[in-house]
Structure formats: structure tokens, C-alpha cells
């Protein structure tokens, strides 16, 4: 199916900045949504931010005016810029993409992935 691969998490201190990206392989056929996701420890999984294949983003409430979602659709990835980072955005953070692949019968079919999540910590 397809497959998720992210990147760029780390420690930093309050104040800081990362980018996330994650990329998407396989036999893809066309992806719509793409978004991140974070989970504290103890948490449920949350929604941080998501951008449709037009562009269109959205954010959750306690990281807008920091961070931004972007995608590149030639590359098949998204990327979540991060900044002035706070220690409640400790998490791990997720990517997260559906769409349509190409089944090996040559139908093409519905998926949605998950990255396997990459730690950010915010510490001094």
C-alpha cells in the first residue's frame, strides 16, 4: 500500500523551532488529505494540524499563529513548521494521509496511512 517515513523530531528548548516532514511511497495514485496528529504521554491522540490537496489548512487552536502545515505534491510530502515552541507541545507527533493507490489488480483503492511517529520535546 503506501507507506509514511517521518523526519525531524528532536529535543529543543522553549522558544525554539522544527520542522517535521514526512513522506509518502508506494504505489500511489493520488493523495488527498494530509495532516499531523500529536500524542502526549497519558493523552489521546489529537489533531494538530491538516492540509487539503487544494491547500486549504487548518490548525487546532493551541498552536495557531506558531506553527504551519505545507505539503509538496510532487514529492508526495508534508511538513509541519514549528515555532516558538512551548513545553505542553512535547509529544509524539504523527502524520497522516489518505488517498487512492494502485492495488495490483490495477484497480485503484482507498487507503490511509500513518507514520510511525517522531518524538518532539521541549525542555530547557
Known amino acids: 500500500q503506501v507507506q509514511l517515513v517521518e523526519s525531524g523530531g528532536g529535543l529543543v528548548q522553549p522558544g525554539g523551532s522544527l520542522i517535521l516532514s514526512c513522506a509518502a511511497s508506494?504505489?500511489?495514485?493520488?493523495?488527498?488529505?494530509m495532516g499531523w496528529y500529536r500524542q502526549a504521554p497519558g493523552e489521546e491522540r489529537d489533531v494538530v494540524a491538516g492540509?487539503?490537496?487544494?491547500?486549504?489548512?487548518n490548525y487546532a487552536d493551541s498552536i495557531k499563529g506558531r506553527f504551519t502545515i505545507s505539503r509538496d505534491n510532487a514529492k508526495n510530502m508534508v511538513y509541519l513548521q514549528m515555532n516558538s515552541l512551548k513545553p505542553e507541545d512535547t509529544a509524539v507527533y504523527y502524520c497522516?494521509?489518505?488517498?487512492?493507490?494502485?492495488?495490483?489488480?490495477?484497480?485503484?483503492?482507498?487507503?490511509?496511512?500513518w507514520g510511525q511517529g517522531t518524538q518532539v520535546t521541549v525542555s530547557s
Open positions: 497522516n494521509v489518505d488517498g487512492w493507490y494502485r492495488s495490483g489488480t490495477g484497480y485503484t483503492r482507498p487507503f490511509n496511512s
Open positions: 508506494g504505489s500511489i495514485s493520488r493523495i488527498n488529505a
Open positions: 492540509i487539503t490537496s487544494g491547500g486549504s489548512t
